[in-house]
């Protein structure tokens, strides 16, 4: 089989493999996986037999270069299936496993095939939309508390505030407000870092945004862009926030943009998958403080020799 390149233009033939698609980690949605490639990393594709399988190189860092689960629709594929596909491709290497797959197959089966390890920081944090876009009860009162703070000082009804979706012509307001928040956070200090590819990711999505099935908004203020969210369905029930940006300067302003986001992009499904928090304590803690339902935890199965 022959992996090549996956980019924009794949989308649209791309998009049938992933329907009924039920794995629950953000790294499943086709959005996402297009989105995400610089010049150290990059997804490869191929078609072999029903499935669509992805291989993700690293330039500098071949040492987690890996496959992810093959995506087929109305099925899964085997832990032996898996054993047999790393023998066919030479890529003995599976990330982002979620840990309901490891749930529904024989745990003895699999480690027979594989090691199978912890994928730490990479575990993503799942909330009730519901949860999110009323912020109701004491445990958001804090949230609830800064929203009101800000909207004392912006109001929408006035035109201080101004929410809409992302179209071509507002990307390069977005772009120039994505150099802002990175310059905040020092995000381009080492090309290889996770959040320096996700600045990356976010450039990809900012400027396919009308090409790969993605759901956005952006908020100005005074008519300057402020924030921006970038969204995409994951399975049936559940939507990914890729990508949630806003600015520090203004008190409350995340958590508003926060609940916007919740109510605006994906309302008709039951959950919002935000994503891992790539090992960061401070974004671990954004994160927590939004009480999750549920974790989805993430596993790496590397292929044993055979005797």
């Excluded at 802002?180 to 290889?192: A, F, G, M, N, S």
Aim: hydrophobic share 35%; with cysteine.
């Amino acid at each position: 089989m022959k992996f090549r390149p996956l980019t924009p233009s794949d989308y649209a033939s791309l998009k049938p493999f992933f329907v009924g698609q039920r794995h629950a980690l953000c790294s499943y949605s086709l959005s996402s996986i297009i989105a995400w490639t610089n010049e150290t990393y990059r997804p490869y594709g191929a078609i072999h037999d029903d499935s669509l399988l992805v291989y993700a190189t690293f330039a500098r860092r071949k040492e987690r270069s890996h496959l992810i689960l093959p995506i087929s629709p109305g099925r899964e594929h085997t832990p032996e299936e898996l054993a047999s596909i790393s023998r066919q491709t030479g890529y003995g290497v599976y990330w982002f496993v979620p840990g309901d797959y490891l749930e529904r197959h024989d745990k003895k089966g699999l480690e027979k095939l594989f090691v199978i390890e912890r994928q730490e920081g990479y575990d993503d944090y799942v909330y009730r939309t519901e949860d999110m876009a009323t912020l109701a009860g004491n445990r958001y009162s804090k949230k609830r508390n800064l929203i009101k703070q800000f909207e004392q000082n912006y109001s929408e009804k006035v035109g201080d505030v101004s929410i809409k979706t992302i179209s071509p012509e507002d990307v390069p307001g977005c772009l120039e407000f994505l150099e802002r928040w990175c310059e905040e956070r020092d995000c381009d200090v080492d090309k290889d870092e996770d959040l320096a590819c996700e600045w990356d990711a976010t450039t990809n999505a900012l400027k396919n945004i009308d090409t790969l099935g993605f759901r956005s908004i952006m908020l100005s203020i005074d008519g300057t862009t402020q924030a921006f969210g970038i969204a995409s369905q994951l399975t049936e029930t559940t939507s990914a926030l890729h990508f949630q940006k806003a600015s520090a300067q203004f008190k409350g302003l995340y958590q508003f943009f926060d609940r916007e986001c919740a109510r605006r992009l994906f309302p008709e499904l039951e959950y919002i998958n935000k994503e891992s928090d790539m090992g960061l304590p401070g974004l671990a803690q954004t994160k927590h403080s939004y009480h999750p339902v549920m974790m989805v935890k993430s596993y790496t199965l590397s292929l044993k020799e055979q005797i």
